[in-house]
């Protein structure tokens, strides 16, 4: 048993995932009563994530203003500006897809008890009051805008303090990132549970009637993860974008796949950010941020859903209005919830830049929740990959600048 345990550790973490995987899958089915209780080790490893990620963003964050050295360089504005250029790319994309390949949905009956925001205005108003929200409300709700915003200002309040201090406050951020390894560590088990329990309770018969809904989804969002997304970094990088595009696709996205949060996988972006030897004063600030505006999934699941709306209600659409749309997506995707699902109950803002009624709207959510299972783990897995990429693009484009050489480490 010691030695089986010492081989199991020598291997990799993405392969020992793979591993949890397949054995999920395996016993979903074919014993998905008897197993039922291995679905419990995915809800404490996502639950175990999201707990400790509040904490950590706010000691990492306090700690990285604190600690900021007068003259030091920066990146924020170029990786906010990747942000947003990438999260307006995917609404035109989607909207460019959905042209190309209209889809048609089936609705039936309303979906009750779900309250979406009343329109644009309601999103950025509820942004900015997170911003003011109350610290210990921010970090018990993780409300990542009212932590960064709450640990920004004590971070910069604790730039003159004596060196103990800040100290201190830098060991307390090192020990939360121990413990976040700690919990990656049984990722394997967490991953197993999660897909063990996505396909013994819901399985997929359920999928096949938005069979070309879901191939819109997912090819819009395959095009942005292997051909957008690597032009953009090919023209900060300026070398072959794929080793590091794909390294934040497997180290990153495969754990977002399954835990479904962009929120819960921003310690495991922390973890590929310091394997890549990024500077912690930028990632420590960046990728909590992109877990909140950096939503290039999200902006396409809601602007194929609401075409599909359009496409079915025969609806007209012109170029100008297609732009509007992905502007509007672009915005709203922002104002997205790091949880699963979140994305969904911003379909309604964009369907009432065509006049579509609350009531259908609320359908086409429905429909957007019968194939999350699928659309979901893809949109958080690209968004959350792309947090890692953008924040490193900025940083090797700038080393570029540098005359330094760019390497892309592999796991060990």
Not at 27 to 36: F, N, R, T
Not at 389 to 412: D, N, P, S, Y
């Amino acid at each position: 048993m010691k030695n089986l345990l010492k081989q199991w550790n020598q291997l990799s973490l993405v392969k020992r995932i793979i591993i949890g995987l397949i054995v999920g899958i395996i016993l979903a089915l074919i014993a998905p009563e008897a197993a039922k209780p291995i679905a419990i080790f995915g809800s404490l490893f996502v639950g175990a994530l999201k707990a400790v990620a509040p904490i950590l963003v706010f000691f990492l964050v306090m700690a990285a203003i604190s600690q900021h050295r007068s003259g030091h360089k920066t990146n924020m504005k170029s990786i906010v500006v990747l942000y947003l250029l990438g999260t307006f790319l995917a609404g035109l994309v989607a909207v460019v897809a959905s042209f190309i390949f209209p889809v048609a949905l089936k609705l039936g009956e309303g979906v009750e008890s779900i309250s979406p925001p009343g329109g644009v205005v309601e999103v950025l108003k509820a942004l900015l009051m997170n911003v003011v929200d109350n610290p210990v409300n921010a970090l018990s709700r993780a409300n990542y805008i009212g932590i960064l915003a709450w640990a920004l200002l004590l971070g910069l309040a604790l730039k003159n303090v004596p060196d103990t201090t800040k100290t201190m406050i830098g060991n307390f951020s090192d020990a939360l990132s121990q413990v976040v390894r700690w919990v990656i560590s049984f990722a394997p088990l967490g991953i197993m549970g999660l897909v063990f329990d996505t396909i013994a309770t819901q399985g997929i018969g359920s999928l096949l009637n938005y069979g070309q809904l879901l191939l819109v989804l997912l090819g819009c969002m395959l095009f942005m993860a292997l051909v957008v997304n690597p032009i953009i970094t090919f023209i900060g990088i300026r070398q072959n974008p794929y080793p590091l595009v794909f390294k934040c696709l497997k180290d990153s996205g495969i754990t977002a796949f399954f835990t479904r949060s962009s929120a819960a996988n921003i310690p495991v972006n922390m973890t590929l950010c310091e394997e890549l030897g990024l500077d912690k004063d930028n990632y420590s600030v960046s990728i909590p941020l992109g877990a909140t505006v950096n939503m290039a999934g999200a902006a396409i699941t809601i602007s194929v859903l609401t075409l599909a709306a359009v496409h079915t209600l025969g609806i007209q659409v012109d170029i100008g209005t297609a732009l509007i749309l992905s502007i509007l997506s672009a915005v709203s995707a922002c104002g997205a919830s790091g949880v699963a699902g979140g994305s969904l109950l911003l379909i309604p803002l964009a369907c009432s830049l065509f006049g579509i009624p609350n009531d259908v709207a609320m359908q086409v959510v429905g429909v957007g929740f019968v194939v999350g299972v699928i659309q979901d783990s893809a949109e958080t897995a690209l968004n959350s990959s792309t947090d890692a990429l953008f924040t490193a693009v900025a940083e090797f484009t700038q080393w570029r600048k540098e005359g330094k050489e760019i390497i892309i480490t592999k796991k060990k």
